[in-house]
C-alpha cells in the first residue's frame, strides 16, 4: 500500500512538473543592438560592390529591429527588404529557397498569396545554433541572388555573437 501511494504521488509530481515546464519557454531573440550591427554591416557590404540597398533586421516574430537604407537606394527597397525579412524569419528559411520551391512545386505556389510574405532572393534566418532568432532582408541590388550575399556577408559580420 505504502508503495502504491508513494508511486503514485512521485508519477503526480512528475506529470506537474511536466507540465510546467511547458507552460513557460525560455526563447533568444534578437536584441536591438545585434539587428544594428547586422543592417550597418550588410548596407556596407552591398556598398562596397556598388550597391545601394536597404537592409532591414526582424526578430523571431517578425516584427521590425532595425531598416537601414543606404544613400541613393530607391524608395522600393525599403518595402522589399522589410517583406523579405520577415518571410525568412516565418518560414525559418531563405528567400531563394522558398522562391525556387515555389517556381518548381505547384503545391507551393500558392505561399505568395500569404499577407506579409514577398518570395524574392534577398532575406536570410539568423540563427543562434539551429534556433532561429529572427532574419534579414535586402532590397535594392540587381538581383535577388546579390542580395543575399550582401545579407549573408551581414550576418557573417557578426558571426562571433552568435553562439
Keep these: 500500500m505504502k508503495a502504491t501511494v508513494f508511486a503514485s504521488g512521485l508519477a503526480l509530481s512528475l506529470i506537474t512538473a511536466a507540465a510546467s515546464a511547458q507552460a513557460v519557454r525560455t526563447e533568444k531573440n534578437m536584441s536591438l543592438d545585434l539587428a544594428n550591427q547586422i543592417a550597418a554591416a550588410t548596407v556596407a557590404s552591398c ?3 556598388g ?3 536597404t537592409a532591414a533586421v526582424v526578430d523571431r516574430a517578425g516584427t521590425l529591429r532595425a531598416l537601414q537604407r543606404a544613400d541613393n537606394a530607391g524608395p522600393h527597397t525599403l518595402g522589399a527588404a522589410q517583406g ?3 518571410t525568412s524569419a516565418s518560414a525559418k528559411a531563405p528567400t531563394t529557397a522558398m522562391l525556387e520551391n515555389v517556381q518548381k512545386n505547384p503545391g507551393a505556389a500558392t505561399l505568395v498569396d500569404i499577407p506579409g510574405f514577398l518570395i524574392l532572393g534577398g532575406g536570410v534566418p539568423v540563427k543562434v545554433g539551429n534556433e532561429v532568432i529572427g532574419a534579414v ?3 535594392g541590388a540587381p538581383g535577388g541572388h546579390l542580395d543575399e550575399q550582401c545579407a549573408n556577408a551581414g550576418i557573417a559580420k557578426v558571426a562571433e555573437l552568435l553562439k
Design 84 to 86: 523579405k525579412a520577415y
Design 47 to 49: 556598398s562596397a560592390a
Design 137 to 139: 532582408g535586402v532590397g
Design 51 to 53: 550597391y545601394n540597398v
